[in-house]
């Protein structure tokens, strides 16, 4: 029970993070496991497309094919309502760390 509520917990941390990279440079699924493992998120490709459809569906990324040693990668960079809502969710998330900080 403990590890579904973290995990629906940490799915916005998650958010956040792929709009911080896509922001800082257009980003593929492969490179965001792999940053969001280094930061201990342990999620699968499974998880990972479906959030970057569903970010992609509401507005908040744009995606671009590449063709890479003649695969079709798919890279995300944020949109504007995209750059909007990061920055909203910085402002949020500074306010509340600084109140449960111990």
């Known amino acids: 029970m ?3 509520v973290l995990r629906k917990l940490f799915l916005g941390f998650i958010q956040i993070h792929i709009l911080h990279h896509a922001k800082e440079h257009p980003i593929f ?6 940053e969001l493992k280094e930061h201990g998120y342990n999620i699968s490709s499974g998880t990972l497309y479906p959030i970057l459809h569903s970010m992609e569906s509401d507005g908040l990324l744009i995606k671009e094919e590449r063709n890479v040693e003649g695969k079709i990668r798919k890279y995300y960079s944020t949109t504007e309502k995209g750059n909007k ?3 909203e969710a910085r402002n949020k998330a500074y306010e509340l ?5 111990e």
């Open 2 to 4: 403990e590890e579904k």
């Open 29 to 34: 699924g492969v490179w965001m496991l792999e």
């Open 85 to 87: 809502v990061l920055n």
């Open 97 to 101: 760390f600084k109140e449960i900080k």
